[in-house]
């Protein structure tokens, strides 16, 4: 066995010394793995049987013995040297093959990731090119800025005359800020795009810098293929990198240009508001000759004109392209205003109430017309700072509506002076039209304070204020004659501005008050008549006793009017731009408190939102509720019925999400405040929820409506109201009784009315013994079909009920048409009864207990007669 080893090892190492010599081009296989592991497991095995028996076994008696042994070994350690130095040999090659591998792999798949983004961003870098900046369209939108720049500029900076005009300077500086406006919104898209473009281009560059792309592998399999890839990338990129430079460098030579004109624009505004500031200081100076001294500038009216109407128009279709959403909103209330009036026409002329003489009904008279005077006149203060063209269209649609609804209203004389005041205004707003000064429009004005003057005298000195309803118009007129006086003065000595503010002012505050008081009055013509109409007793909607108040509304409304009045003559002013801006600023001036930013103006903006909602949600239900005799009536339509309620809380809902929003609370806040009533919902909120959820349930399945006859808890009555919380129950004796609506689906709810609206009615009758019942019977059965009240389908019955002590008991059973007519149904036909039974001397006998009371009653009253 020694000697077969060595032997052995010999034959397993000489694959390993062949391999070993042969290593750079041949690699152990599978086979000699399995049996390198085999000879290494005989070594171990052979080593240890071979120790145990040279320490077991006696010395050997023979020293060559001896000498074979010592040489067996040096054989077998040279072979086990060999066999270990292969294997580790082996196993630090595999390890780096491993660890080579690997970074390949990993450098591969990297590779493999940067190229997939690169091929994203230049995808997304190709789709925001196609719907990117339009270069031309802002080349041509930049070319029409400069061009208005350049009409605005006219009277300002070119041309500007011997003096500047307040006119002049307000109208351009109104559209200078528009077109800063239209101009910064160009370079911040411009800037924007620009910035976007540079952000993908760097970020692709990024990619391109890093250094795995340029790793390749020793594998040249594996580094064509990656070419192949590189090449592919690259023609895709190319088209898409060339528009992207191309891009860059047109967007950044608008950049400039954008640049510039926005500084332009807003040094132009500075500009000008410090020419606003420099005539407002020199208010009551003299600024051009007098009326007839020498003219040292003289420009063509016509051509004053001409840039005065272009520079006009600029000016309204800046302001109404910006205002839409307020105008678009004023036309929506003109709608609805006008849908009122014209459905409370309707309504007082089914109820015989419309009278079209009659001095309380003018708003009636042309609905539609009177519905502009109202919003028009309120609603103007919603546009923030108009040019005077915008303002002008306003009043001048108020005023000419309001000579058509009250032409046959006043009387004759009032109607002639307010012609008169009415075509001065008009003069005098186009004259307001004409932006720079001009000696021919000095004698314009002049001519028309003189008109001003002498048409005020007449009015005031020809008396006829009886005739006036509103006494508060004479004290306009006279401010018209003492505004027109010193625009005389003024524009003799050379003060045209301040000449006229003062022309212009008096003309248009008398037109403005006069269409202030008769909207006061319109409104409060409305509100009175509602009230007439729609009369629902108990049921309050402003708290104003409008039969009190007659023709005169309250006296809050004259102090808003004043305020109102004072607010416009206050425009035509430079001083109140100093005093309104530092108001607008602390208003709109943002604030926060932690994470959350509001103005002053949002808040009020949110409690007015509040407000309007819970005004609509009011007027709806009390304009929708059905009066008392339509209650009764016998036709009475569903209408909105429980829908109301359903109704008033879309509008709550909307209004309180509206609210939020303008006051730029997001929605996950909102549900945060949600969520917080909702604890509160848990521990105290529970009965007002119920109830709430009560009625909508009683909205949307219906067991009950409004004007449903029920009985509950032992009240019966009318259903009048269906509300958030509660419903109200209108009894006969006059009583409302408030029942919470969780109550009324809980309890045994009996709805007379639900269905249809008919009773069946039972008379109990008792005839005396020995009557001829047949002939009893049809004379019962023919009283009902005489009343056309009751239903002929289910027909009248008699039914004898049985034998009592002293009478035959029947019963005369028969169906009303109308539920809430029974009862006198039911007395007509006992009286009837009792008119047939006399005629045909029928006897209705007396209980024998009455007979009884009776002959006792009868007894005493002889007895008490007799001791007397």
Request: proline share 3%; aromatic share 10%; glycine share 6%.
């Amino acid at each position: 066995m020694i000697t077969a080893m060595p032997v052995a090892l010999t034959i397993l190492s000489e694959p390993l010394i062949v391999s070993k010599k042969n290593k750079s081009t041949r690699r152990l296989s599978f086979a000699q793995l399995k049996i390198l592991g085999l000879a290494v497991c005989i070594l171990s095995i052979h080593s240890t049987v071979f120790s145990q028996l040279d320490t077991a076994q006696q010395k050997p008696a023979y020293d060559s013995l001896k000498t074979i042994s010592d040489s067996l070994e040096t054989k077998y350690d040279s072979a086990i040297n060999k066999l270990f130095g292969s294997i580790k040999e082996f196993g630090t090659e595999e390890a780096i093959k491993n660890i080579n591998e690997y970074k390949e792999d990993v450098i591969a798949t990297r590779q493999d990731e940067i190229i997939e983004e690169i091929r994203s961003l230049m995808l997304e870098a190709k789709s925001y090119l196609e719907n990117g900046l339009d270069t031309t369209g802002l080349n041509t939108d930049l070319n029409k800025i400069e061009h208005w720049y350049d009409v605005t500029s006219d009277g300002v900076f070119t041309h500007a005359g011997t003096i500047q005009t307040l006119r002049n300077l307000q109208a351009s500086y109104r559209i200078m800020k528009k077109l800063k406006t239209r101009a910064s919104e160009r370079k911040s898209s411009v800037d924007s795009y620009y910035k976007n473009l540079v952000v993908l281009r760097n970020k692709i560059d990024s990619l391109y810098k890093d250094s795995v792309l340029y790793e390749f592998s020793p594998d040249s399999t594996v580094l064509m293929r990656y070419v192949k890839k590189l090449i592919v990338l690259s023609q895709e990129i190319r088209p898409i990198d060339s528009s992207l430079k191309q891009t860059l460098a047109s967007v950044s030579e608008f950049q400039p240009t954008v640049t510039r004109l926005v500084n332009k624009l807003n040094s132009s505004i500075e500009q000008i508001e410090i020419f606003q500031k420099e005539l407002s200081n020199r208010t009551f100076n003299r600024e051009t000759p007098n009326l007839g001294g020498p003219v040292r500038y003289s420009r063509p009216f016509a051509e004053v004109i001409n840039f005065s109407m272009i520079k006009g128009g600029l000016a309204f279709a800046f302001y109404g392209r910006d205002e839409i959403n307020r105008i678009f909103l004023v036309g929506v209330l003109v709608f609805v205003s006008a849908m009122f009036l014209v459905n409370l026409k309707r309504k007082l002329r089914s109820q015989n109430m419309l009278d079209k003489d009659a001095r309380d009904q003018v708003v009636l008279k042309y609905p539609v017309l009177s519905a502009i005077v109202i919003i028009l006149t309120l609603f103007q203060f919603i546009f923030p700072d108009p040019p005077f063209i915008f303002n002008a269209l306003l009043w001048t649609l108020s005023a000419v509506a309001l000579t058509i609804v009250f032409r046959k209203s006043i009387s004759t004389y009032w109607l002639f002076a307010w012609f008169t005041m009415l075509t001065l205004f008009l003069f005098a707003s186009a004259d307001n039209l004409v932006l720079q000064a001009s000696r021919i429009e000095r004698w314009i004005m002049l001519a028309l304070s003189v008109a001003g003057i002498v048409s005020g005298s007449i009015i005031l000195l020809m008396g006829h204020r009886r005739e006036l309803n509103e006494k508060l118009v004479v004290y306009f007129v006279g401010f018209v004659i003492i505004m027109q006086v010193l625009s005389i003065v003024s524009n003799t000595y050379g003060r045209y501005n301040f000449s006229k503010t003062c022309l212009t002012s008096g003309f248009f505050n008398v037109i403005l008050a006069t269409l202030f008081l008769w909207t006061l009055r319109l409104i409060n013509q409305s509100l009175s008549l509602a009230s007439k109409a729609y009369r629902i007793p108990g049921k309050k909607l402003f708290n104003i006793n409008f039969e009190r108040i007659g023709d005169k509304a309250p006296r809050i409304f004259y102090v808003l009017l004043l305020i109102g009045w004072f607010i416009l003559f206050a425009r035509n002013f430079y001083a109140y731009k100093l005093i309104a801006d530092p108001i607008e600023n602390f208003i709109l001036k943002k604030r926060s408190i932690g994470e959350f930013s509001f103005t002053i103006g949002t808040i009020l903006e949110f409690f007015l939102i509040l407000y309007l909602a819970g005004l609509t949600s009011r007027i709806v239900s009390y304009f929708a509720l059905t009066a008392p005799d339509e209650l009764e009536s016998s036709t009475r339509k569903g209408g909105l019925g429980s829908w109301l309620l359903i109704i008033r809380i879309a509008i709550v809902s909307i209004g309180l999400l509206l609210a939020f929003a303008a006051v730029g609370i997001p929605m996950d806040r909102l549900t945060i405040i949600l969520s917080a009533l909702s604890v509160g919902i848990g521990f105290g909120l529970q009965s007002l929820v119920n109830n709430l959820v009560s009625g909508l349930i009683i909205s949307f399945e219906k067991p009950v409506n409004i004007g449903d006859i029920v009985e509950i808890e032992g009240h019966s009555g009318t259903i009048k109201s269906i509300g958030f919380r509660s419903s109200i129950l209108s009894t006969p004796t006059g009583a409302e009784v408030v029942i919470p609506n969780g109550e009324l689906l809980n309890q045994h709810l009996v709805n007379w009315t639900h269905n249809n609206n008919f009773r069946c009615v039972d008379i109990q009758i008792g005839v005396a013994y020995g009557t001829n019942l047949e002939r009893t019977i049809q004379i019962l059965e023919s009283l009902p079909s005489k009343d056309q009240r009751i239903l002929s389908n289910p027909p009248p019955g008699v039914t004898i009920r049985q034998f009592n002590s002293s009478s035959i008991d029947m019963q005369l059973s028969f169906w009303v048409g109308n539920l809430r007519q029974w009862p006198a149904v039911k007395s007509d036909i006992i009286l009837a009864i009792d008119r047939a039974f006399r005629e045909n001397k029928i006897e209705i006998p007396l209980p024998q207990q009455d007979i009884h009371i009776r002959s006792v009653a009868k007894e005493e009253i002889a007895k008490k007669s007799n001791h007397e």
